[in-house]
């Protein structure tokens, strides 16, 4: 009878903690990983532990999830402003004596060698959220120039590393922000038309632009081959253009029900580059087809619009803005990469959430992840 009530006693200690995470949310998850492991299984059978090591990065990054789901958004919001500068501080440090690899100076050793730009990815959503709720009630025009300054500084120091990948997915991270504090449209409609006509100009005059011996001056000359790729691969068919055109060869072979498990011959020919990176998507086209990519295309909206119905019921400004700007960044990250591998954008080193192989970007998806169950269990306890 004692054993009973011990029991039935520490259920009731233990309950809490699991009190209040979002059901669907974790179920929509859960799918995706399974796809992942599926997927990775196949496209990495022959890359040693890839596959172990997947599945023990999705394990890791569960608990992150979980451990940040337990801090409340009170808390979260006093580590804002103390994260962003720490984040800025090693970005600085990272282009005066970082470490370069492959031409780019993306990391520093502090006795294990990370990458920052990655803290920037929740760190930036959190900083101008902050922002932004020390000023509910009484927005000006200068509040959101602050915010966009606060913005500049980081994507600007990732710009320079180079990382184009990492400054979309922060500069998506914090635009997401401001748009949803309410700036107005007369300030949002000037740069999209100015994106609109260099994007037409950019396709009328693409010869001369791309011309070997032009200089963009705005971006690094490979950032410049990408794009100049993106709109004409077969420029350099066994080169700069060879990924996109595989890409969409493995896509399109895939037909309406794939070729099947482990019967993709791009991929096991190893004519995917980068197969279990940032290309699994294709890898998983070609043998699920297009039945294949529905499901999994279904499962990102429904994660995304269930993230956003958790923003859309937050108790105050900062959760509100938090948790959207978080939601953003799974369609940030799940738009980019189907893009770019479908060939309808640039190739920017960007994985596809829960799917693509890689332990800092699964590390960071399980933060988003326990922001948005924080979020979600605040809102519950409030109700209650």
Known sequence: MTRGLNNISLLQRIAPVFRGFDVPLIVAVALLACVGLVAMYSSGYDHGTRFVDHARNMMIAATVMFVVAQIPPQRLMELAVPLYTFGVVLLIAVAIFGITKKGARRWINVGVVIQPSEILKIAMPLMLAWWFQKREGQLRPLDFLVAGLLLAVPVGLIMKQPDLGTALLVLAAGISVIFFAGIKWKWILPPLLIGVVGIVLLVIYEPQLCADDVNWRVLHEY??????????????????????????????????????????????????????????????????????????????????????????????????????????????????????????????????????????????????????????????????
């Open 223 to 384: 950032q410049r081959q990408r794009v100049c790729t993106l709109l004409d691969p077969a420029r350099d068919p066994l080169g700069k253009g060879f990924h996109i055109i595989q890409g969409m060869i493995a896509i399109g072979s895939g037909g309406l029900l794939g070729k099947g498990f482990m019967q993709g011959t791009q991929t096991h020919l190893e004519f995917i580059p980068e197969r279990t990176t940032d290309f699994i998507f294709a890898a998983f086209s070609e043998e699920f087809g297009l039945l294949g990519n529905m499901l999994l295309i279904g499962c990102f909206i429904f994660l995304i619009l269930r993230a956003m119905l958790i923003a859309l019921e937050a108790p105050s400004l900062f959760t509100r803005l938090l948790a959207a700007s978080v939601t953003m960044i799974f369609f940030t990250y799940a738009f980019v990469n189907m893009g770019m591998v479908s060939g309808i954008l640039p190739v920017v080193g960007v994985p596809l959430p829960f799917v693509s192989y890689g332990g800092t970007a699964m590390v960071t998806l399980g933060m988003a992840l326990g922001i948005l169950m924080s979020v979600s269990k605040s809102k519950r306890l409030m109700q209650t």
